[in-house]
């Protein structure tokens, strides 16, 4: 059964740093492209960062190119994200997802605020 499981959100300060962190079990992660995905109140969820299986590569929503990065760690079966240089219009609820089956975790909320 394909579990996924956020961690790492809360409140952070404009211009401050998180690292989400998705702990993926049930399935042989090294085999897997994963994505990180975001909700705002009242918006639709759309797409953060992907990577490819073997953290061969990976993509950016342009709104957080530069700023945030995606890893994979096929030994941990963690894909994490760091978001770097937040802001308030990041505050939202991150979903790890496994794009193949679309399987979601149940977020963890990021609030960004002074």
């Known amino acids: 059964q394909v579990h996924l499981v956020e961690s790492g959100g809360g409140l952070v300060q404009p211009g401050g740093s998180v690292r989400l962190s998705c702990a993926a079990s049930?399935?042989?992660?090294?085999?897997?492209?994963m994505s990180w995905y975001r909700q705002a109140p009242g918006k639709e969820r759309e797409l953060v960062a992907h990577?490819?299986?073997?953290?061969?590569?990976?993509s950016y929503a342009d709104f957080v190119k530069g700023r945030f990065t995606i890893y994979k760690d096929n030994i941990a079966n963690t894909v994490d994200l760091q978001m770097n240089n937040l802001k308030p219009e990041n505050t939202a609820v991150y979903y790890c997802?496994?794009?193949?089956?679309?399987?979601w975790g149940r977020g963890t909320q990021v609030t960004v605020s002074s």
């Open positions: 990577i490819l299986n073997f953290g061969a590569g990976a």
């Open positions: 997802n496994r794009p193949v089956g679309n399987f």
């Open positions: 049930g399935f042989i992660f090294k085999n897997f492209e």
